[in-house]
């Protein structure tokens, strides 16, 4: 049967050429003005995904 990619995952998280996973961090969305300006500014950032995470993550956004 053939693979499909789980589309919540591909719509979360984002593929690199060199095969890096990442994802957004939380907290960047709403109530932004009672947050730090240096929270805010490394919120804004994407982080790589790293050990269980990445070996999940693999196997669900491989088409």
Known sequence: MKKKTHKSAAKRFKVKPSGKIFRRRA????????????YRRQARKDVEVTGAEYRRLRQLLSS
């Open 27 to 38: 907290g960047y969305v709403h109530k932004l003005t009672k947050k730090r300006a240096q």
